[in-house]
């Protein structure tokens, strides 16, 4: 059996956890592959909303088996209170909530080195969640980094010691005051290591190969966007992992070929949390009129979203990068009302037209080239079908099918399980 990949196209918040929340039924393992609590998917159903974190987004559907790949960050404390919260909501976790023995953890001292270095840069900080997530990918890569299955080792603690002095050595070249901070939190993390300890532990890509052979149905869920992955993204203001879908490879263990079908999510505009260049951004009442239509505000961190037109060459860059086969618009609703709407379809680059993102994107030199589309009036929260959608909603959709050459198979309207309409099959088989 094949792996599907459901990942976001832009800045993140695209909206990854409603529509995995919308899938699952469809798959037995849905399949978390890179980042940490940095994330924020935002699941709403029953009159009700939930947020995760590092918890794959089919939890709360009784069939799935949900995996936290080798590849995310898992910050103990953080994840003890999520899973705290799903025992409110009699989520029998110890059966389907599996974690990788291969992810790597997030120390107190992580977080700690997080804010110092952002401090530290000044003006030019990332705009980081300061969840840890840069330091412990850092620690991952330099072969320092304690994993899930070191704390069932006898030896965990000296190794926890040892990796916290040598990260005290680090903090001590910081003009960061942070020992009284420092004990709470150790305390905090211990209790919390205790009680993943009682979670179950896995060897993910064993169990995800099994499945494979077994002709199981598994969908790895991304978490932020193509455009901060490390690689690929605005460098060097991105997060630390590969969030394309290169990344559902190396955080779950799934061979390329194993890969089916690719699930593109994108905004029906596009947000940017913390620093780095937004070329569509819109910095007036039009931005600030999205920002408090479509809630944009951090699920994590509660900081505003930055707001801005669709850019299409941007979003052509990321469905190459991932090879998507089927888009996924969200929060139609949210351009309703506007008389023009102005979708990005190439750029000025230092006096020349280009249609692509460049290397450098500094502020001033990049500017968007706009086409503008009739925009609609109707609410679109209450619509169930295409069909019955406004003829300006629907072109919008077919500009930007023929605009990337991909289709759209679902469009979102609203943050409720209910609000999703599929346009084309994406049921398995
Ligand atoms: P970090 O991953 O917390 O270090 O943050 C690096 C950059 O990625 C910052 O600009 C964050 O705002 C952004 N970022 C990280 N996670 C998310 C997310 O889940 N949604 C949107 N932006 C994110």
Known sequence: ????????????????????????????????FQGGPNAGHT???????????????????KTSANVVGNGVVIDPVIFKKEVENLLTHKVDVKQ?????????????????????????????????????????????????GLRVGDIELESFYERYQMLRKKHEQL????????QQDLQTMESEWMEAIA??????????????????????????????????????GSYPFVTSSTTTCAGSCTGLGVAPTKIKRVFGIFKAYCTRVGSGPFPTEIDDE???????????YGSTTGRPRRCGWLDLPALKYAIEINGVTDLIMMKGDVLSGFDQLKVCTGYTYRGTQIDHLPYSTEEGELQPVYTELEGWQEDL?????LENAPDAFKKYIQFVEEETGVPVSIVSVGPDRAQTIELRSVTRG
Not at 171 to 178: N, V
Not at 381 to 385: A, E, G, K, M, V
Request: glycine letters at 10%; zero cysteines.
């Open 43 to 61: 699941l709403e159903f029953d009159g009700e909303k939930h947020v995760l974190h590092t918890i794959p987004s089919g939890i709360f559907h």
């Open 171 to 178: 903090l001590s070249h910081y003009d960061f005051a942070y």
């Open 96 to 144: 389907s909530l599996l974690i990788s023995r291969k992810a790597h953890l997030i120390l107190p001292t992580h977080r700690l080195l997080d804010a110092a270095s952002e401090k530290a840069k000044g003006k030019d900080k990332i705009g980081s969640t300061l969840k840890g997530i840069g330091p412990t990918y850092m620690d991952k890569t330099g072969r320092n």
């Open 286 to 296: 039009y931005g600030r009129g999205m920002q408090d239509k479509g809630h944009e």
């Open 381 to 385: 929260t209450l619509l169930n079908s």
């Open 1 to 32: 059996m094949s792996v599907d990949v459901l990942l976001g196209l832009q800045w993140g918040d695209e909206g990854k956890g409603k529509i995995v929340d919308v899938l699952t039924q469809n798959y037995d393992i849905i399949a978390r």
């Open 195 to 232: 009680y993943l300890k009682e979670l179950t532990l896995i060897d993910s890509e064993h169990f995800i190969h099994e499945a494979l052979r077994a002709q199981k149905t598994i969908l790895a869920e991304g978490a932020q966007g193509s455009l901060l992955d490390v690689d690929f």
